[in-house]
């Protein structure tokens, strides 16, 4: 059974920094991309980042680009998002999701909970 | 950045019924979309991707349609576990967009 288990949310200032992890099982974890997608309360949901299989490649929605910075550890079946230089519209549950082989968003976490306020 | 207009925002049937949700693209994304569903509380589900392919474990009650810019979901008969939001997703290009969802509503 494929399981993701998100970690790392909580409350911080603006300007903050925070580290996401989500470690994986039940799947072979280097064999698929990976997904940060997010969604502030109430609200739809948002990509945020994609990681490729070997980490080769990473891709980052516009509004996080150079604050954001989303990786893999294979050894460890665990993705991470590095956040810096938070923001109030940051707040959000933050989704890790893996991609089908059709890169679709097939099997996703409960999310943890990141909350930026002064 | 192609945007994704879901129609209509909210809808409500009554169990056994047809519903039929749009997604329309601001330019082509080719067959690259799917479709999810978002229960209260949960976590988003995969339910058709490629506009048309059920993911697994997915009911044969919906199905899903179009191409270019054009798309529908279907739900041929609605059971009351189908409240929910329901979200189209385009992977044709960068950034990957969602639409703003179409609450379905069981009477």
Known sequence: ?118 | EIVLTQSPATLSLSPGERATLSCRASQSVSSYLAWYQQKPGQAPRLLIYDTSNRATDIPARFSGSGSGTDFTLAISSLEPEDCAVYYCQQRDSWPRTFGQGTKVEIK
Do not use: H
Request: some cysteine; aromatic content about 14%.
């Open chain 1, 1 to 118: 059974e494929v399981q993701l288990l998100e970690s790392g949310g909580g409350l911080v200032q603006p300007g903050g920094s925070l580290r996401l992890s989500c470690a994986a099982t039940g799947f072979t974890f280097s064999n698929f991309a990976m997904n940060w997608v997010r969604q502030a309360p109430g609200r739809g949901l948002e990509w945020v980042s994609t990681i490729s299989i070997s980490g080769y490649s990473t891709y980052d929605t516009d509004s996080v680009k150079g604050r954001f910075t989303i990786s893999r550890d294979d050894s460890k079946n665990t993705l991470y998002l590095e956040m810096s230089s938070l923001r109030t519209e940051d707040s959000a549950l933050y989704f890790c999701v893996k991609s089908n082989s059709d890169f679709y968003y097939e099997y996703w976490g409960q999310g943890t909970l990141v909350t930026v306020s002064s």
